[in-house]
């Protein structure tokens, strides 16, 4: 692991001109080019602001805005999509970058570094945009806000760890790159962030403890939506599992590099 980290360390000048120049060709030819860096996020959030909440007039206990529905699902779909684009694009890296990997001399484990980094600067345009919108129907951020960083680098190395491992395994059962995003629709539909947590009945709550997304999205939701302190417990123990992953799968690496360009 300790190589791995000296490696990246060493091309971190290439790694972050590589998610520079993947946002430059996102945009390339386009009149206004990196303002829709912030213009998609935008319209994002002012659909589930203004649409959502004209469908869905529930209102949320602890928040008294008559935009409680549209808030609540931004804000966990803010952690979700964090979470699913750095799984899902560190499960192809490899195999999208094969290319690469054959003909220039590099660190592989840059690879999904730069889409991690990549996904992570989609996800602050989107807060941003987020941010932007939350004040414009008068739900300001308090002071909690400031735990926020916390809890995106927590999502990262959770993502991170657990796409890194599914990413080496798909490049020896292709089967993965087809079953992991079945399973991350099912991770989403089982974690609350389109229903709140109470319509679900008592007797099954306990089930979304074993959930590590469930611990994040509430976290996101304290914060942004209540303005509460989240509990640093499950946080906690996300992050734990998050490092663990993320070392085994940096070993899991190392074992299979050797074949991993063979196999391509």
């Known amino acids: 692991m300790i190589q ?3 490696s990246a360390w060493t091309y971190r000048g290439f790694i972050l001109s590589s998610i520079l120049n993947e946002l430059r060709i996102r945009f390339a030819g386009s009149r206004l080019g990196g303002l829709w ?3 998609h996020p935008l319209i994002e959030v002012l659909m589930y602001a203004l649409v959502l909440s004209s469908l869905m007039s529930t209102r949320l206990a602890g928040i008294d805005n008559r935009f409680s529905y549209a808030i609540y699902l931004t804000a966990g779909i803010l952690a979700w999509t964090l979470f699913s684009e750095t799984v899902n694009r560190c499960l192809n890296v490899f195999v999208s970058n094969a290319h690469l990997l054959k003909k220039i ?5 840059c690879l999904p570094l730069i889409v991690s980094g990549s996904a992570l600067t989609n996800n602050l345009l989107l ?3 987020i941010t932007f919108i939350f004040g414009l129907v008068g739900h300001f951020p308090g ?3 400031l735990f926020l960083p916390l809890l995106v680098m927590t999502t990262v190395v959770f993502g991170l760890g657990l796409g890194l491992i599914l990413g080496t395994l798909n490049v020896f059962m292709r089967d993965v790159g087809q079953i992991v995003p079945v399973i991350l629709q099912f991770g989403f539909w089982l974690t609350p962030i389109v229903y709140p947590e109470q319509t679900i009945p008592e007797a099954y709550r306990w089930l ?3 959930n590590p997304m469930y611990h994040l999205s509430s976290a ?3 914060i942004l939506v209540f303005h509460q302190m989240p509990s640093f417990t499950g946080v906690s123990a996300v992050l734990v599992l998050g490092i663990g992953l993320l070392m085994l799968s940096m070993s899991l690496y190392r074992r299979a590099k050797p074949e991993i ?4």
């Open 4 to 6: 791995n980290i000296s």
């Open 37 to 39: 860096m912030l213009l």
């Open 105 to 109: 001399a590099f660190p592989a484990i």
């Open 127 to 129: 807060l941003v945009a």
């Open 143 to 145: 002071t909690e806000f």
């Open 208 to 210: 979304f403890v074993l």
């Open 220 to 222: 996101y939701q304290s």
């Open 261 to 264: 360009v063979d196999m391509l």
